[in-house]
């Protein structure tokens, strides 16, 4: 049974830092590409930020520079560190995982975590 369930989700203050976690299993984790994705009210759900199986990052522009990626190939955790958090930074975080060959067939999502930046 495939699992992937996120965590460190909280209220915080613009300027502030969170840390989420994303773990993994069920699959062999090294073989996946995993992302981080938002959703706020209303919107549509964005890419935040992606790890390739090699460990290559990608951001989004609103996040490039404040956002880190990484990923734990022993623990099966994927992490998304969050500084200078904005109250546009407000959604629920979803953990993603593709497997890098068959993206078709394995594609995997977590329950979400709310993220909420206010004073």
């Known amino acids: 049974q495939v699992r992937l369930v996120e965590s460190g989700g909280a209220l915080v203050q613009p300027g502030g830092s969170l840390r989420l976690s994303c773990a993994a299993s069920?699959?062999?984790?090294?073989?996946?590409?995993m992302s981080w994705y938002r959703q706020a009210p209303g919107k549509e759900r964005e890419l935040v930020a992606v790890?390739?199986?090699?460990?290559?990052?990608n951001y989004a522009d609103s996040v490039k520079g404040r956002f880190t990626i990484s990923r734990d190939n022993v623990k099966n955790t994927v992490y998304l560190q969050m500084n200078s958090l904005k109250p546009e930074d407000t959604a629920v975080y979803y953990c993603?995982?593709?497997?890098?060959?068959?993206?078709?067939?394995?594609?995997?999502w977590g329950q979400g975590t709310q993220v909420t930046v206010s004073s």
């Open positions: 069920g699959v062999t984790f090294g073989l996946y590409v």
């Open positions: 790890i390739t199986v090699a460990g290559s990052t």
């Open positions: 993603n995982a593709v497997h890098q060959i068959m993206a078709r067939n394995l594609n995997y």
